[in-house]
């Protein structure tokens, strides 16, 4: 490795934003240590700079032994997670803890292995992947929602804590995108697909239209371009949007009442 390489670290790698930010910033510069459950799936991709290391963010010993030997890391993205799809009644206990393992404490998991990395250098950045998610509620998704507000959270209080060790931390919030993330990401609660379920007629309406906008949703490689962005420039806000959705709802969401908004949500996805 270079002298003046700077290093990267991401998490959940295998495919979508994890693969094509992995791939990006070692084509512009950056020494990428790409981490998934299953390395193997980027073999055609790895190079010189692109090292695929196996990583379970849920299981300390695999984060200690995935960074083990790295001496330095510039950028730390948190990008490893997925989504449950679940009412509050049907969720059962494995679900519901499964979700917040990976979404937040994953990430708590890889900042507290990193942190001390990032402050004896006097430098860093951690970029955590949350969604538009994180800042409105959905129906059906109240478990991502909930993971991805404590992201939100997260990212505000490490801000402060971690500011006079000259480490940015950043976030950005995706609307929907073409990652695989519906076939690949989603989780279902069995019980939700059952025709006698409560929920069935909100389950008919909105899950087909929510995969359907993730399945046509923006490129990933805007948010490489974004976290590459965010990792070179100082001046960048603290959180970004990316993709329609977002862009269009995160605005809104500032600008009208809680009941005013919860209206145009519920027109817009027919619920």
């Not at 299981?59 to 799809?85: K, M, P, T």
Request: a negative charge; charged letters at 25%.
């Amino acid at each position: 490795m270079k002298s003046n390489q700077k290093v990267a670290f991401i998490t959940g790698c295998s495919s979508g934003m994890g693969r094509e930010s992995a791939r990006y910033l070692s084509q512009n510069g950056y020494t990428v240590y790409a981490g998934s459950r299953t390395p193997e799936k980027l073999s055609d991709i790895a190079s010189p700079n692109l090292h695929p290391i196996k990583l379970d963010v849920t299981d300390a010993a695999s984060v200690a032994h995935a960074l083990e030997g790295i001496d330095r890391i510039d950028v730390l993205v948190n990008n490893a997670g997925y989504g449950l799809v679940s009412t509050v009644e049907e969720v059962t206990e494995e679900e519901m803890l499964s979700q917040f393992e990976v979404n937040v404490f994953g990430v708590l998991r890889m900042c507290r292995y990193v942190i001390p990395l990032m402050r004896r250098q006097n430098d860093g950045v951690i970029i955590n992947i949350s969604s538009f998610l994180g800042k409105i509620g959905l129906p059906l998704f109240t478990f991502y929602n909930a993971s991805k507000y404590a992201l939100e959270g997260i990212t505000d209080s490490l801000r402060y804590e971690l500011e006079e060790f000259n480490i940015r931390v950043h976030s950005i919030m995706p609307g929907f995108f073409d990652t695989n993330f519906a076939r690949d990401n989603l989780v279902v609660n069995a019980s939700l697909l059952k025709e006698n379920s409560p929920y069935a007629k909100t389950v008919s309406r909105l899950v087909p239209l929510i995969s359907d906008q993730i399945n046509h949703g923006n490129n990933a490689s805007e948010i490489a371009r974004m976290i590459l962005e965010i990792a070179e420039n100082s001046d960048v806000p603290a959180r970004q949007t990316a993709g329609d959705k977002a862009r269009k709802f995160i605005p809104m969401r500032r600008e009208l009442s809680d009941e005013d908004f919860e209206r145009r949500v519920k027109s817009y996805y027919g619920i």
